[in-house]
């Protein structure tokens, strides 16, 4: 029996009809992924495609990407967007790595380290689509109470990361947790920018040895 030849294999140990009798343990990966494709084309079965795709990607699942997908003989937009959907909500439900932010509490490890500096320092977290933080940089250093901030050093890094969202954040070394019009401002000037670029500025926090505050429960935007 030639195993990639989806036609020449028994009803009940093709890919789908197999799944329905013994579960999706059975399967081996190039079975689950021909499942995803749902069809092969011509010359070309689901089985061969997906052992193609197994071959390519190796151990690197997170260098999937639309284009590495579409490189390969029979697989389109659409399968390849049915791919990516299935991995991405296999990672988020099964990976414990990345921490997801539900709400303003949940930065605090993220940022917490600003919160006795002398001068401001302004932090900017790039989270996914499920909210989880990818990467928290220090944007910029200012001197005591004025910091420079622009946009587009705050979102440079977030368009690599491709980001879904950001979550900003500043201290003030005065302890004062209330906003300035600067810092209103500034939040207001990168939702804009964030609007553009289509990465949401959820937040934007001060952070202070006293506590934190969220400019967003603030109803500042």
Do not use: W
Request: include cysteine; glycine fraction near 8%.
């Amino acid at each position: 029996m030639r195993y990639n030849q989806l036609k020449d294999t028994p009803k009940f140990e093709r890919p789908r009809e197999k799944l329905l009798i013994k579960g999706p343990a059975a399967l081996s990966d190039q079975e689950l992924i021909a499942i995803l494709l749902g069809s092969g084309v011509k010359g070309r079965d689901a089985l061969e495609i997906g052992s193609t795709i197994l071959g390519k990607l190796g151990d690197d699942m997170d260098q999937l990407t639309i284009a590495k997908l579409q490189e390969i003989e029979g697989v389109g937009s659409i399968k390849a967007c049915r791919i990516l959907a299935a991995f991405e909500l296999a990672r988020r439900y099964l990976s414990k790595e990345r921490k997801a932010i539900r709400c303003a509490d949940d930065t605090l490890p993220f940022v917490q380290h600003i919160a006795d500096k002398k001068q401001e320092y302004f932090v900017c977290m790039s989270l996914n689509g499920a909210n989880e933080v990818i990467k928290s940089r220090v944007v910029t250093v200012g001197l005591l109470n004025s910091n420079q901030v622009h946009p587009r050093e705050v979102f440079s890094d977030p368009i690599v990361d491709r980001a879904a969202s950001v979550i900003v954040a500043h201290n003030h070394p005065s302890g004062n947790l209330e906003p300035s019009p600067e810092d209103v401002a500034l939040t207001k000037r990168l939702v804009k920018a964030g609007e553009i670029i289509g990465i949401t500025v959820l937040d934007h926090l001060i952070v202070t040895k006293r506590g934190h505050a969220s400019l967003k429960a603030k109803g500042y935007f």
